[in-house]
């Protein structure tokens, strides 16, 4: 997907092409880019290469962008080949941006909030767990911890989470719920001085389902909100 920052620039990555070079076939690992809106007196947006992937020995910065999300400093967040990176712009007006890699694992659905933390969610096997990243002071990795487990129940990996802006998320899940079908639901942060975050079904998905004197076709198996 794309990204759009508060001014108005969009942001997103491209799967080949760029300088760096990966593979038995010396490919193009990809970019990410900056689109910057014309001025009144132009017509055409400007493109802009922002980092070239591959661009350390080894490819140790990664490639294969995807899932950009962007908080409110501006700072760009995604997965790649090594997992979860952080893009951050230089602070000396150069132009440069660099690229860190801050978690091993991918996530589905990266969502930063207003604290500097970053959730998302991390699949395995029959597991789906919500998790939130946090930043530490001596180290360029991030804790994670899992906030709500769903076990042999699926949120759909292609948009799993909303922010209700008020540090809770809206979600699905492909299956589960009273008829395995499928559910929306609600997690809410623990309370003061609590560590447990709330899961409620807001609504179960019936399928094609045919009750007593009533009949239902809502769908089945959501694929996000």
């Given amino acids: 997907p794309i990204v759009l ?5 969009i942001y997103g990555g491209t799967s080949s092409g760029g300088t760096g ?15 910057t809106p014309p001025t009144k007196a132009q017509s055409t ?9 591959c661009s350390l020995p080894n490819c140790r910065d990664g490639f294969r962008t995807s899932g950009l999300v962007i908080d409110n400093k501006g700072v760009i967040y995604g997965n790649d080949s090594n997992g979860i990176f952080k893009l951050t ?42 998790v939130k990243l ?3 002071p001596n180290s360029s990795l991030w804790t994670k911890t899992i906030i709500y487990s769903f076990l042999n129940i699926s949120p759909y990996s ?18 589960g719920g009273i008829n395995n079908v499928g559910t929306v639901f609600k997690l809410t942060p623990p309370l003061k001085n609590q560590s447990v975050w709330t899961e409620a079904v807001l609504y ?8 007593p004197g009533n009949s239902t076709n809502d769908g089945a198996n959501p694929n996000g909100l």
Wanted: aromatic share 12%.
């Fill in 134 to 136: 946090t930043p530490q």
């Fill in 89 to 130: 712009k230089s602070s000396n007006g150069n132009g440069n941006w660099t690229k860190t890699t801050i978690y091993s694992t991918g996530a589905a659905n990266l969502i930063p909030d207003n604290k500097g933390n970053l959730y998302g969610i991390i699949t395995n096997n029959s597991q789906a767990d919500i």
């Fill in 5 to 9: 920052d508060s001014k108005g620039k």
């Fill in 204 to 211: 179960n998905f019936k399928g094609s389902t045919t009750f």
């Fill in 158 to 175: 292609g948009q799993v989470l909303i922010s209700d802006g008020n540090e809770g998320f809206y979600g699905t899940t492909y299956d």
């Fill in 21 to 35: 070079k990966y593979g038995p076939y010396n490919s193009g690992a990809g970019t990410i880019y900056q689109l």
């Fill in 45 to 53: 947006w400007t493109e802009s290469v922002i980092y070239n992937n």
